[in-house]
């Protein structure tokens, strides 16, 4: 294995080095007729892989989009690839194993010296990839509750990466998912706002009682409710768990905010929790009544009901929110927000075959 190069990089330069002339060359008609990227699954995808990501699903690979008239050409041209592409790239293995069905197809590289390499290379068209990932091709027509069945995490991975050739206009047509619906939008920041009214005054209460693992289990569920409505703030999707922190990280919203909520989590004194943590809470009032998604929210750091507890009282920016939801799809419908939200449970909110069962949901009526 050569220096570690990210992902991005390595693909981009193993397709137009190795596998662009081996395509142009044999299927000289496919020329300006297909699209190739980097784009789904993998750290690699969001630029957060390092040397332990190589161990599996990684290195020299890419996805080729064919149009549908010419997919039947799929395994000819994957047979040309597999003859004709180097064992290695940069020191890594262009060949991989066969797929693990024991854990969850996962391949890994395989150096040979002889033969023919098998290449992580996938080849589809658009439309059955977006329905393998999505459960649905039709971007021009996903209904509401769609996306919020939908996996945020997946949304992400298809709207994030590159394509290094684009003759089939890929990443317009995905552009068309690069960020939830304005009604969507504010029915995810109602419901953000919502969670964390619900359990806003017990992060004090608990620690009073001398519960304090109890008071930061719920300062901590505050502080990822607060990190969501950023993304949200910042029409920007969040990844799942392994690398929500360091996409909070990098997200374009003021240093002070990121300070409050890590000086939150890190407080080791009650009092220090809880003043960072509704100093927080107001900086995002702050970035609700700036965004202009509702009208602006009166609110001031208070007694909750009289008891020596800080508030801003989230459930007016819920209120708020949710008022702007009247006449839409969301009109009445409980502020759950949806799984992708809820760590622990990827198996489920990324698996599109349980889409239709979440949607239920959202039918609920109040």
């Given amino acids: 294995m050569g220096r570690f190069i990210k992902g991005m990089e390595l693909c981009e330069n193993f397709f137009n080095e190795c596998a662009r002339q081996v395509i142009e060359d044999h299927?000289?008609?496919?020329?300006?007729?297909?699209?190739?990227?980097l784009i789904g699954y993998g750290s690699d995808v969001l630029?957060?892989?390092?040397?332990?990501?190589?161990?599996h699903m990684w290195g020299p690979r890419f996805y080729l989009?064919?149009?549908?008239?010419?997919?039947?050409?799929k395994s000819e041209i994957f047979q040309a690839l597999c003859a004709e592409l180097p064992f290695t790239y940069e020191g890594y293995s262009?060949?991989?194993?066969?797929?693990?069905?024991?854990?969850?197809?996962?391949?890994?590289?395989?150096?040979?010296?002889?033969?023919?390499?098998?290449?992580?290379?996938?080849?589809?068209?658009?439309?059955?990839?977006?329905?393998?990932?999505?459960?649905?091709?039709?971007?021009?027509?996903?209904?509401?509750?769609?996306?919020?069945?939908?996996?945020?995490?997946?949304?992400?991975?298809?709207?994030?990466?590159k394509f290094f050739a684009d003759g089939l206009n890929c990443e317009g047509i995905l552009s068309k998912i690069k960020y939830y619906p304005e009604e969507v939008k504010i029915y995810l920041i109602a419901s953000n706002w919502e969670c964390i009214s619900q359990e806003q005054a017990f992060v004090k209460r608990c620690g009073e009682c001398g519960d304090d693992i109890g008071s930061r289990i719920i300062c901590a569920r505050i502080c990822e409710r607060l990190m969501r409505l950023c993304f949200l703030y910042k029409d920007t999707y969040a990844p799942y768990s392994k690398w929500f922190?360091?996409?909070?990280?990098?997200?374009?919203?003021?240093?002070?905010?990121?300070?409050?909520?890590?000086g939150a989590l890190s407080a080791d004194s009650l009092s220090e929790r809880e003043r960072r943590l509704v100093e927080a809470q107001a900086m995002l009032a702050g970035m609700h009544n700036e965004s202009g998604i509702t009208e602006a929210v009166d609110y001031q750091v208070e007694n909750y009901f009289g008891r020596d507890i800080k508030v801003i009282f989230a459930d007016k920016?819920?209120?708020?929110?949710?008022?702007?939801?009247?006449?839409?799809?969301?009109?009445?419908?409980?502020?759950?927000?949806?799984?992708?939200?809820?760590?622990g449970l990827a198996a489920v909110a990324d698996d599109k075959k349980y889409s239709r069962q979440i949607m239920e949901l959202y039918k609920i009526r109040y």
């Fill in 47 to 55: 630029g957060y892989d390092d040397a332990v990501s190589t161990d």
């Fill in 245 to 262: 922190g360091t996409a909070f990280g990098k997200l374009a919203v003021d240093g002070k905010v990121k300070l409050a909520i890590s």
């Fill in 317 to 343: 920016f819920a209120e708020a929110a949710a008022e702007r939801l009247k006449g839409t799809a969301f009109d009445k419908v409980p502020l759950i927000g949806t799984l992708s939200q809820a760590g």
């Fill in 94 to 161: 262009v060949n991989f194993s066969e797929p693990d069905m024991e854990d969850c197809g996962v391949r890994h590289p395989e150096y040979i010296h002889e033969g023919k390499v098998n290449p992580l290379i996938f080849i589809q068209t658009l439309d059955e990839y977006l329905t393998e990932q999505l459960g649905t091709s039709d971007l021009d027509h996903i209904e509401p509750y769609e996306w919020l069945a939908f996996s945020e995490h997946r949304l992400l991975s298809l709207v994030s990466g």
């Fill in 27 to 37: 299927f000289p008609e496919l020329r300006g007729k297909y699209s190739a990227g």
């Fill in 65 to 73: 989009f064919l149009d549908k008239r010419d997919i039947s050409r």
